[in-house]
């Protein structure tokens, strides 16, 4: 690939071959920020968090709907640095958790523009909510609206929206398929008139209107156009969240939806059910926003020969549990050496069989010591880290106009027994 050349649409924005013939993210060599910040890293365009969060605030404002905001899904990259930015961008923030709605607040998400969901919320993650002002909390069986309903005081009116499950399926992956009738997701559009009549019954909740998530990594846009019609049966309301699931691309032969279109699509299924053109809409992007941001960098440790070629990095599992839970599948690259055609496992370091971050990649002669470079892992990896076989979690490191800056820094071998009582 010649020099100077830009990456796919699977790598952060701006992301290129530089002079050398290096993978650079955000302006910065990757080799360079290997050498120098070590790996595993995760390695995030600044500057592409801000446009993917421009994107779809301007696709809202193209779609002319005048009361629209774009809700970061939280749980896709529920890092300080990123939850500083997108809440300097305008966007409002989902939290599934106290611990998320924690992260929220410190980042400097006014609670005005935080909802919070979860199929399981404890009476202190409610007390949390409440404690906050969040805007809205988004109710998902009976057992919650009796227990906020203890807690919400009649002179104190909190804001909640009902989450149906529509029976619309997208084209995913079962373990993140949530739309369905048969799912731990949300009220069953049998039971949405029930919990409506609850909802309006008591004092001090305000019932603002409905909420769907229909799943994700969903690359087609007819199954979003289906929502609103749905919900649209149960009345009118000021509020209607739609959801996230947008897809992304892991692979450069994948070529999921724009977010123009999406956006699009999604305004324009509302128009159509009738939704009042002054209604307050929300939608929920979490990987949408964040996955091609990223990059994983690792340096190979072994190359191993046997039936297949097995190229072991210094990370896998505990940085990414994608292809673990969902088969996910992604690209990799050595970053001083882009192409190439051995067929090669990239396998992590982790005591698992299944411990393989890349099946089927086509690298250029890897060796012990090269830095491999996994496009598109800036949703749901930092996430879903863990300290499996006492493996660290790696650093996120901002790029930006070929600077770099550690956000988050790589854990010690102390945080392994923090928390000990000994
Ligand atoms: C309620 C809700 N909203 C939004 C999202 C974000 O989904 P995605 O990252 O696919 O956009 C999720 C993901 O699990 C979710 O559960």
């Given at each position: 690939?010649?020099?100077?050349?830009?990456?796919?649409?699977?790598?952060?924005?701006?992301?290129?071959?530089?002079?050398?013939?290096?993978?650079?993210?955000?302006?910065?060599?990757?080799?360079?920020?290997?050498?120098?910040?070590?790996?595993?890293?995760?390695?995030?365009?600044?500057?592409?968090?801000?446009?993917?969060?421009?994107?779809?605030?301007?696709?809202?404002?193209?779609?002319?709907?005048?009361d629209f905001h774009?809700?970061?899904?939280?749980?896709?990259?529920?890092?300080?640095?990123?939850?500083?930015?997108?809440?300097?961008?305008?966007?409002?923030?989902?939290?599934?958790?106290?611990?998320?709605?924690?992260?929220?607040?410190?980042?400097?998400?006014?609670?005005?523009?935080?909802?919070?969901?979860?199929?399981?919320?404890?009476?202190?993650?409610?007390?949390?909510?409440?404690?906050?002002?969040?805007?809205?909390?988004?109710?998902?069986?009976?057992?919650?609206?009796?227990?906020?309903?203890?807690?919400?005081?009649?002179?104190?009116?909190?804001?909640?929206?009902?989450?149906?499950?529509?029976?619309?399926?997208?084209?995913?992956?079962?373990?993140?398929?949530?739309?369905?009738?048969?799912?731990?997701?949300?009220?069953?559009?049998?039971?949405?008139?029930?919990?409506?009549?609850?909802?309006?019954?008591?004092?001090?909740?305000?019932?603002e209107g409905?909420?769907?998530?229909?799943?994700?990594?969903?690359?087609?846009?007819?199954?979003?156009?289906?929502?609103?019609?749905?919900?649209?049966?149960?009345?009118?309301?000021p509020v209607w969240?739609?959801?996230?699931?947008?897809?992304?691309?892991?692979?450069?032969?994948?070529?999921?939806?724009?977010?123009?279109?999406?956006?699009?699509?999604?305004?324009?299924?509302?128009?159509?059910?009738?939704?009042?053109?002054s209604a307050r809409l929300l939608?929920?992007?979490?990987?949408?926003?964040?996955?091609?941001?990223?990059?994983?960098?690792?340096?190979?440790?072994?190359?191993?020969?046997?039936?297949?070629?097995?190229?072991?990095?210094?990370?896998?599992?505990?940085?990414?549990?994608?292809?673990?839970?969902?088969?996910?599948?992604?690209?990799?690259?050595?970053?001083?050496?882009?192409?190439?055609?051995?067929?090669?496992?990239?396998?992590?370091?982790?005591?698992?069989?299944?411990?393989?971050?890349?099946?089927?990649?086509?690298?250029?002669?890897?060796?012990?010591?090269?830095?491999?470079?996994?496009?598109?892992?800036?949703?749901?990896?930092?996430?879903?880290?863990?300290?499996?076989?006492?493996?660290?979690?790696?650093?996120?490191?901002?790029?930006?106009?070929?600077?770099?800056?550690?956000?988050?820094?790589?854990?010690?071998?102390?945080?392994?027994?923090?928390?000990?009582?000994?």
């Amino acid at each position: 690939m010649a020099i100077g050349t830009s990456l796919s649409h699977v790598f952060p924005l701006g992301s290129r071959l530089n002079e050398r013939g290096h993978v650079e993210v955000g302006g910065c060599d990757t080799i360079e920020l290997a050498r120098e910040l070590g790996t595993p890293a995760y390695v995030i365009a600044e500057d592409d968090l801000r446009a993917r969060a421009r994107a779809f605030v301007q696709a809202g404002r193209d779609g002319g709907h005048e009361d629209f905001h774009v809700v970061f899904a939280s749980k896709a990259f529920p890092c300080t640095a990123v939850l500083e930015l997108f809440a300097q961008e305008g966007l409002w923030c989902d939290v599934a958790s106290g611990g998320e709605l924690h992260l929220a607040l410190n980042a400097g998400f006014p609670p005005e523009r935080i909802l919070v969901h979860g199929n399981a919320k404890s009476v202190s993650e409610l007390e949390m909510a409440l404690a906050a002002k969040v805007a809205l909390i988004v109710l998902d069986n009976f057992d919650e609206i009796e227990r906020l309903s203890d807690l919400v005081s009649g002179n104190r009116s909190q804001g909640v929206l009902i989450r149906a499950t529509p029976d619309v399926r997208g084209d995913t992956h079962e373990k993140i398929s949530t739309g369905q009738a048969d799912s731990k997701f949300g009220f069953s559009m049998a039971d949405v008139p029930a919990a409506i009549e609850r909802v309006r019954a008591v004092e001090g909740l305000v019932l603002e209107g409905i909420h769907a998530h229909i799943g994700s990594q969903i690359m087609e846009l007819d199954p979003f156009r289906r929502v609103a019609p749905a919900l649209r049966a149960f009345g009118d309301f000021p509020v209607w969240d739609l959801g996230g699931g947008l897809g992304v691309a892991y692979t450069a032969e994948q070529t999921p939806p724009e977010i123009e279109d999406w956006v699009g699509a999604v305004l324009g299924a509302a128009r159509d059910s009738g939704i009042d053109a002054s209604a307050r809409l929300l939608v929920e992007p979490g990987r949408a926003l964040t996955a091609n941001a990223g990059v994983t960098l690792y340096t190979v440790e072994s190359v191993k020969r046997n039936v297949r070629t097995w190229v072991g990095v210094d990370g896998g599992m505990s940085d990414n549990m994608r292809p673990m839970l969902y088969g996910a599948l992604y690209e990799a690259h050595v970053a001083d050496r882009f192409g190439g055609d051995t067929p090669c496992v990239v396998a992590g370091k982790h005591c698992e069989s299944g411990d393989v971050i890349v099946r089927e990649a086509l690298l250029d002669d890897p060796r012990a010591g090269d830095v491999i470079v996994t496009p598109a892992t800036g949703a749901y990896g930092y996430a879903m880290a863990s300290n499996y076989n006492g493996v660290l979690r790696p650093p996120v490191i901002f790029c930006k106009d070929g600077d770099a800056r550690v956000v988050v820094r790589r854990e010690r071998f102390e945080d392994l027994t923090v928390r000990d009582v000994r």
